[in-house]
């Protein structure tokens, strides 16, 4: 017995030793990880809103900002009836959804819409009920994992159904609360916008705003290291050991919310109405350069990014889509010339309604040639009004490839305009860079054919005319608001003289000729001159052998002439058989749009009376 004693004695001491000597700092460390503290703080991610500028008033909406989100899920370990929580979990969160997917379902199938209402109801019921079993089925399915401690139901769930699931008291189900980025207008402005989505572990910006200025709209991620004491306090030794997180910064756009509301509620309805596939609608100040509206339609909620079809449709149209401006290049062509001095306004040609270029063996005809043949003696006004190719091509021939292409290059096209949003292109105008431009190169991108441009730098291009030829730099952020309240104003940028002031007057003067007596006269605003052009491009075929019967229908244009306050630019694209008509469905006596675009940015008497700068 009194071995046993001395053996377990000496036992005890051994460990003593391990534990105080041998293994000490092994066993204060292990210790003092089970004792310390450590997290990440996050900052909260900056916001961003627009003005609505009505009546005087200057009044702040958020685009963006930051909401507590529930997110939903079950410990599958605890439920004993996953079908009865399952169906409960259908009619608190997907009963809703799932209906509104059945009747996109239903009217977006041809062969449905061609039925009568009765069996587009029956349809419909049908589908919701094929989609509920395999949501149910889907639910029962991780709901029975047997001894599974947690799995995802939804996340961002708003306030009114997280109630639901309380107030249901469901066997298993839990929710925990996390900030989250919430978007209140939903698709307004959603390409400008972009999301915030998770990249790895971590919350990033995509696309538009969120990804060009994630940085500082995210701040900075924070620390604290503590330790915990007896009772399970934390406990805080020195400054070292916390780090605060820093707060994103607060963007301020230039967006009027009242323009932005009417010009996608417009675009919307015309896109709709003529079965197009999509198109956009810009609006900028061609004093300063400041984005005043810009949306695309289609378009997405950024709330519910993941529920989008076509990933493509996070690009915003505006600054990515690169497409072959046609017709309304042709005023580029002419500004050229006028700068120039090569041509006048009244300087005629004799148009035979086709003309051949050197080293090309095909003649190249007007969009007219079938039905009219060759116009005769022809000004160059007309060149403009009647939209004429062979016309621009004269003009550039009058001027050179060469000169024509540096005035191109002028203009700011083959090159980013540097607008603060993601994913923009370049353009190509590859074909008249070279150091010896060939002819027919030069010819068919007279009249805009041959290179690509994007909407923006075609819109900043007509922004450098209505401002008296000086291009600006496209900007969206009017301010940026950092944490502790300092401002950073964006300042309009020159970016070059085009053209002179003179040329802009003159190429002002025919445009307004154009809506006046072309093809843009249904863009024309009763008691003010409107300048602008309109354009029909061919979309090139997808195996880049020659154009497609798809087309991309566009005007861009300004008023008030004698100190235009915005330029506007639309265009629709693909299977759409329409011409321009967006401004003129908001010039109609009765329409809300008027009153918003035009009588909201000057109180000035029509200028109908006011004369051009000779």
């Known amino acids: 017995m009194i071995a046993i004693i001395f053996v377990l004695g000496g036992l005890v001491i051994l460990k003593l030793y391990d534990l105080q000597i041998r293994n000490y700092d092994r066993y204060r460390d292990m210790a003092a990880r089970q004792q310390q503290v450590s997290s990440k703080l996050e900052p909260k991610r900056g916001r961003i809103f627009i003005e609505d500028g009505q009546e005087g008033r200057s009044d702040l909406y958020p685009l963006a900002t930051n909401k507590q989100f529930a997110t939903i899920f079950a410990k599958p370990n605890m ?33 449905i819409a061609e039925q009568n209402e009765e069996f587009k109801k029956i349809k419909k019921e049908l589908e919701i009920n094929r989609i509920k079993d395999e949501k149910i089925t889907e639910y029962v399915r991780i709901l029975s994992k047997q001894g599974d ?17 309380k107030a249901a008291k469901l066997e298993g189900i839990d929710y925990i609360l996390e900030s989250g980025r919430f978007y209140p207008e939903k698709n307004i402005g959603s390409q400008i916008l972009g999301f ?81 596939q999509g198109g956009s609608v810009i609006i900028m100040d061609p004093k300063s350069g400041a984005i005043i509206a810009m949306c695309s339609s289609p378009d997405y909620d950024p709330n519910n990014y993941k529920l989008t079809k076509d990933i493509n449709v996070y690009n915003n149209p505006v600054i990515f889509n690169q497409f072959e401006p046609g017709s309304t290049f042709k005023s580029i062509t002419m500004a050229a010339a006028l700068d120039q001095g090569k041509v006048a306004p009244e300087t005629t040609f004799d148009d035979k309604g086709f003309i051949m270029v050197e080293g090309w063996p095909k003649p190249i005809k007007n969009s007219d040639y079938e039905s009219f043949g060759g116009h005769g003696t022809t000004d160059m006004t007309t060149v403009l009004v009647n939209s004429l190719n062979t016309g621009a091509i004269y003009s550039m021939e009058k001027i050179g490839p060469q000169v024509f292409s540096q005035y191109v290059k002028k ?146 244009g300004y008023t008030p002439i004698n100190d235009p306050k915005f330029v506007i630019m639309t265009f629709v694209w693909r299977n759409c058989q329409v011409r321009f008509e967006f401004l003129s469905s908001t010039a109609r006596k009765d329409s809300s749009g008027k009153k918003i675009i035009l009588n909201l940015f000057w109180k000035k008497k029509p200028d109908r009376k006011i004369g051009f700068v000779d």
């Open 79 to 111: 439920i004993t009836d996953p079908q009865k929580v399952a169906e409960s979990l259908y009619e608190i969160i997907n009963k809703n959804l799932v209906e509104n997917e059945a009747s996109l379902i239903v009217a977006e199938d041809k062969e």
């Open 149 to 165: 401690p947690y799995e995802l139901i939804a996340k961002k769930v708003d306030d009114e159904i997280l109630s639901q699931v």
């Open 196 to 276: 915030v989505g998770y990249v790895g572990d971590s919350k990033e910006g995509r696309y538009g705003l969120e990804g060009f200025f994630n940085m500082e709209l995210a701040g900075k991620i924070g620390s604290v290291k503590a330790d915990r004491n007896a009772v399970g306090d934390l406990i805080i030794f020195n400054d070292k050991d916390y780090n605060k997180a820093e707060d994103g910064s607060d963007l301020l756009l230039t967006i009027n919310r009242s323009i932005q509301f009417e010009a996608c509620k417009k675009l919307s309805e015309s896109v709709l109405r003529h079965g197009a």
């Open 411 to 556: 203009f700011g096209f083959g090159e980013k305009t540097g607008i603060e949003l993601e994913t923009e292109s370049p353009g190509n105008i590859s074909n008249i860079s070279s150091k010896k431009v060939r002819p027919i190169n030069a010819a068919t991108a007279s009249f805009g054919q041959g290179i690509t441009v994007t909407a923006l730098q075609m819109i900043g291009s007509y922004v450098a005319i209505a401002n008296g030829g000086i291009l600006m730099k496209p900007y969206i952020v009017k301010e940026i608001v950092n944490p502790n309240g300092e401002k950073v104003t964006t300042q309009p940028k020159q970016i070059r003289r085009v053209i002179t002031e003179k040329t802009a007057s003159l190429l002002t003067g025919m445009l307004v000729r154009t809506v006046e007596e072309g093809h843009a006269k249904r863009a024309q605003v009763p008691g003010y001159y409107v300048a602008g052009k309109t354009g029909t491009a061919q979309v090139a075929s997808s195996d880049s052998k020659g154009y497609g019967a798809q087309t991309i229908h566009s005007f861009i």
